[in-house]
């Protein structure tokens, strides 16, 4: 089992910036891959961001690609999601996930933390 743990969110003007943070325990975090996904008001959950266990190239929604950068400290057990040029379209809940090595399902979920972009 894999706890995730977000921090980070909160309210921001268009144009600023957040780091997420998501805090993973009860297994070695290096041996998982990473996401993010977020659920806007009124909307179905999407992708955003993920990188694989082996840190090979990570990949983005077409929506945040060039805003938005997703890392990971496997030392710390610790995934990021660095926010930039935030516009109020990226006001959502930002939920991280994490699935094994050749999983094709993402298996755990954190709990969120609200993102409110204000314009």
């Known amino acids: 089992q894999v706890q995730l743990l977000e921090s980070g969110g909160g309210l921001v003007q268009a144009g600023g910036s957040l780091r997420l943070s998501c805090a993973a325990s009860?297994?070695?975090?290096?041996?998982?891959?990473m996401g993010w996904f977020r659920r806007a008001p009124g909307k179905e959950r999407e992708f955003v961001a993920a990188?694989?266990?082996?840190?090979?190239?990570?990949t983005y929604a077409d929506s945040v690609k060039g805003r938005f950068t997703i890392s990971r400290d496997n030392a710390k057990n610790t995934g990021y999601l660095q926010m930039n040029s935030l516009k109020p379209e990226d006001t959502a809940v930002y939920y991280c996930?994490?699935?094994?090595?050749?999983?094709?399902?993402?298996?755990?979920w954190g709990q969120g933390t609200q993102v409110t972009v204000s314009s």
């Open positions: 996930a994490a699935r094994r090595a050749g999983a094709t399902t993402w298996d755990y």
């Open positions: 009860g297994r070695t975090f290096s041996g998982y891959s």
């Open positions: 990188v694989r266990w082996n840190f090979g190239m990570p």
